[in-house]
């Protein structure tokens, strides 16, 4: 008698698992044990999914992290348009306002973004590997705040933003969450020199 197998199928719910989900269950998972222990089963284990699923929205580790930037970008975004960018005030002003808001997006995560924080320096090809990513979401913040990104000169302010966030980072990750009084006399500071002058 030949022997007849049944094979499941993945439902539409276990085939798409929730985005935002999977990238609360990678922050957790690098909260407790950094990016060594943030690997797609220890991801699709803490969000409850298959790792099928979790695999056709992030087939890496690095996909999860660019999709954290994106996430970010997006709720930045949402974030200023809520608070009403003020276009009478000059592009600086903005671009000031912009990165307090995209700080403000992380700060339920602050653990975690230490923990990734530190582990950017013992994993540092990863990181590196996040370049295009990071030099997106670093125009986007240029642009949305009123300069151009364009050209040299554009490469220069993204460039100079990126030395800025670099900065900026790690005061506010040790700075008083209730008002961010040094955080944000860094940032004014770090605005106030080269090309957002």
């Not at 197998?5 to 993945?10: F, L, Q, S, V, Y």
């Not at 960018?85 to 973004?113: K, Q, W, Y």
């Not at 670093?138 to 670099?166: I, Q």
């Amino acid at each position: 008698m030949a022997r007849t197998t049944t094979r499941k199928t993945a439902s539409p719910a276990t085939a798409a698992p929730d985005e935002a989900a999977c990238l609360e269950a990678f922050l957790a998972c690098v909260e407790e044990g950094g990016l060594d222990r943030a690997g797609l089963p220890q991801v699709a284990a803490r969000a409850g999914v298959p790792l099928a699923g979790l695999y056709r929205l992030f087939p890496t580790r690095r996909a999860l992290l660019e999709g954290l930037l994106r996430r970010s970008d997006l709720a930045m975004l949402e974030e200023a348009d809520a608070a009403g960018l003020d276009l009478e005030t000059s592009p600086r002003d903005r671009l000031f306002d912009l990165v307090l808001a995209r700080l403000g997006t992380l700060a339920p995560r602050r653990e975690a973004i230490r923990v990734l924080w530190h582990d950017a320096r013992r994993h540092p090809l990863a990181f590196a590997s996040l370049a295009p990513a990071m030099l997106a979401s670093l125009r986007l913040m240029v642009e949305a705040a009123g300069f151009s990104a364009d050209g040299l000169a554009g490469a220069r302010r993204v460039t100079a933003l990126g030395r800025v966030y670099a900065r900026v980072l790690p005061v506010w990750l040790d700075d008083d969450p209730a008002d961010l009084a040094r955080t944000m006399a860094e940032l004014d500071r770090r605005l106030r020199d080269g090309p957002f002058a």
